[in-house]
């Protein structure tokens, strides 16, 4: 199988080293990407500054994207990747804590895919990623037994 590359736009350490950890738990054979802050993301998806190297970076074939981002905040971020041609069909799934409606609307009406609301609690995120990972990038994941 082809590896599909994830890119995780997200500032907070805590929710990146939950989504790392339910990576790995679920086996998926997708490469994740962390980039930290919405400009960063830009230049990811552009193969620009540090990322013009894509055998390192990857274009992604899935966006998580935070909205609370430092620089350019995730819905900034989303509007721009809307205004690339080659990104149109790109799935952005918009991973945050705001169960605000006005933020779903409002992201669902600039281009997101799909607006999942982070847990409580961060141990259900394979959970959360499962359907995701199946939906989006059409692939399996199994759990690891020993994780």
Partial sequence: MINKTVLYVEDDEHDVFFVKRAFEHLSASHCLRVVRNGLNAMDYLAGTGRFDDRQR???PSLVLLDLKLPGKRGMEVLEWIRQQERFQTLPVVIFTA???EFDRRKNMERG???YIVKPADMNNIPAILTPILK???KVETSEREDA
Avoid: G, H
Wanted: net charge negative; no cysteine; charged share 35%.
């Fill in 98 to 100: 705001s169960d605000l």
């Fill in 57 to 59: 970076y990857p274009e």
């Fill in 135 to 137: 939906r989006y990038l």
């Fill in 112 to 114: 997101a895919t799909d």
